[in-house]
């Protein structure tokens, strides 16, 4: 693996972090006291609009999106420092249109999409004119196995009925959300359970959708985008939405889902190395018992360890998105099963750290580290729990090696 990025890369990097220095660092508190005030806390503030605009003059849109979706078409690999610059930022990557669970979806209707959905909904997201959710989780079931899902979808003439309940939608609670990705069974008397599903294009408009309420994580609601619970009473649609044809929802779900397990990894780099160098300022300008912070040996080690952690995980998450550039996500599922371990895991251990050396402070909205450790607390989560990719990888070990 080549560890010299390309001129090409090299440049977007240094002018991703000039936008960065210029535009996001010096609006962070500016972003977040609108929501102090704001009437409606699921609307983005005025500022993400001039900020999106200057981001499309600098070139900086749609990172993540290959040449046929009007992106500069990275690897992987190429993308994944551009992520981690993004990532040190949790509301920073909405700029570049490069967010989750937009990215994701976009990702989605590109591979998977007719050409009426594309035009549709793909344009205005690639366009970042609108927002979307994707809605697979539900309240009700152990959704970690995602064949226990529940929500029904039945053929009606040329609709389909969508009945159930859903919850943690990201993004749903936002003003611009439009539409939903829908994953439930079409088919639930199927022999092989991996058939049972589809997943289908909701309009947030349509009739019988209920925005039940919006939930938190650790006591963060995280306007804009907030994470719904929903309810589905007989929502009709079109036969034309469901996506790639019934019974292929685990198709698309495996398909999506390498791409943005490694994002979230790649943003959480980034977070975690932010904090390293708030902790690395802050234990130099605070004294304790005659000394500089920096001069304590425990002080000293957790900055070592910190290090030692984001480096290594940064190295794994480089090999996955190596791996899945030659390979393809199915044949580099153990690594970025691994990497999806490691890295939510690395950032709550170094966040944390960071947060005890900045005192009780640590854990206020004056720092940006609380809502950062609520964010990869909450990845350890999302994408699927800890324990499913240990079993899965553990699983695949065996197979290899037994």
Not at 64 to 73: R, Y
Not at 310 to 339: F, H, N
Request: charged letters at 20%; hydrophobic letters at 40%; one cysteine or more.
């Amino acid at each position: 693996m080549n560890f010299e990025h390309s001129e090409r890369v090299q440049s977007y990097i240094d002018r991703l972090n000039y936008f960065m220095d210029e535009h996001i660092y010096p609006n962070e508190t500016a972003y977040h006291d609108y929501f102090q005030s704001a009437e409606n806390r699921w609307t983005s503030p005025p500022l993400m609009d001039a900020l999106k605009a200057q981001a499309r003059e600098a070139g900086l849109w749609n990172l993540f999106a290959s040449d046929s979706a009007h992106g500069p078409g990275f690897s992987n690999l190429e993308y994944a420092p551009l992520a981690e610059i993004m990532g040190k930022v949790l509301w920073a990557p909405e700029v570049f249109n490069c967010n989750a669970p937009d990215t994701g979806n976009m990702e989605v209707l590109a591979q998977y999409g007719s050409a009426a959905q594309k035009a549709r909904w793909l344009t205005p997201l690639l366009a970042g004119e609108i927002r979307s959710g994707f809605a697979m989780t539900e309240p009700d079931v152990a959704s970690s196995d995602a064949t226990n899902i529940a929500l029904s979808i039945v053929e009606d003439g040329e609709d389909y009925v969508i009945n159930g309940r859903k919850w943690f939608i990201t993004g749903a609670m936002n003003s611009a959300c439009k539409i939903l990705i829908v994953m439930g069974k079409t088919d639930p008397e199927n022999p092989n359970r991996h058939a049972q599903q589809s997943q289908i294009l909701v309009p947030m408009n349509t009739p019988g959708l209920t925005v039940v309420r919006s939930l938190t994580t650790l006591g963060y609601d995280d306007p804009p985008l907030g994470h719904a619970e929903l309810l589905f009473s007989d929502v009709r649609v079109p036969a034309a939405n469901i996506l790639l044809g019934p019974g292929r929802g685990f198709e698309i779900a495996q398909g999506r889902l390498g791409p943005g397990r490694i994002h979230h990894c790649m943003r959480l780099i980034g977070l975690a190395q932010r904090a390293l160098e708030a902790a690395c300022r802050r234990v130099e300008q605070r004294t304790t018992f005659g000394r500089k912070l920096s001069e304590h040996q425990s002080v000293r080690e957790d900055l070592a360890r910190c290090y030692c952690e984001i480096e290594q995980a940064r190295l794994l998450t480089l090999k996955a998105a190596d791996q899945m550039d030659r390979v393809g996500s199915k044949a580099a599922l153990d690594v970025i099963a691994a990497i999806k371990i490691i890295a939510p895991n690395m950032a709550c251990a170094v966040i944390d750290r960071v947060m005890q050396l900045h005192g009780a402070g640590g854990m206020t909205k004056d720092f940006f580290l609380a809502e950062a450790y609520n964010y990869a607390r909450t990845i350890r989560l999302a994408d699927g729990p800890d324990q499913v990719h240990m079993m899965q990888l553990g699983k695949l070990l065996a197979v290899r090696h037994g």
